[in-house]
């Protein structure tokens, strides 16, 4: 079982810039693929961002394309995602994940796909 630690959260102005960290511990990061969620005070959870164990295929949702970016270092056991031109609606705690998985070229995009999460970071955006 692995275990997931967040960090990188802060308060930021518009427009600005953070980088999350995912650091994974207990076992290897290889063989997990990896995924970053966030949730806003009275929302539901939200993909953000996928990235299989090898770190050669992602997904990035729409609301974050272009801005956002994911990215991994398994000699690290580390997975990153670089924010970019935040906003507003960026606000909200993010939360990676992870899963198992043989498949070095899957990346899973619903929540329920992850059997481990992190404890989370805040992330503030002020207008």
């Known amino acids: 079982q692995v275990q997931l630690v967040e960090s990188g959260g802060g308060v930021v102005q518009t427009g600005g810039s953070l980088r999350l960290s995912c650091a994974a511990s207990?076992?290897?990061?290889?063989?997990?693929?990896m995924g970053w969620f966030r949730q806003a005070p009275g929302k539901e959870r939200e993909f953000v961002a996928a990235i299989s164990w090898s770190g050669g295929y992602t997904y990035t949702a729409d609301s974050v394309k272009g801005r956002f970016t994911i990215s991994r270092d398994n000699a690290k056991n580390t997975v990153y995602l670089q924010m970019n031109s935040l906003k507003p609606e960026d606000t909200a705690v993010y939360y990676c994940?992870?899963?198992?998985?043989?498949?070095?070229?899957?990346?899973?995009?619903?929540?329920?796909?992850?059997?481990?999460w992190g404890q989370g970071t805040q992330v503030a955006v002020s207008s």
């Open positions: 207990g076992r290897t990061a290889r063989n997990y693929a």
């Open positions: 994940a992870a899963r198992f998985t043989q498949y070095g070229t899957t990346s899973y995009t619903r929540a329920k796909e992850y059997p481990t």
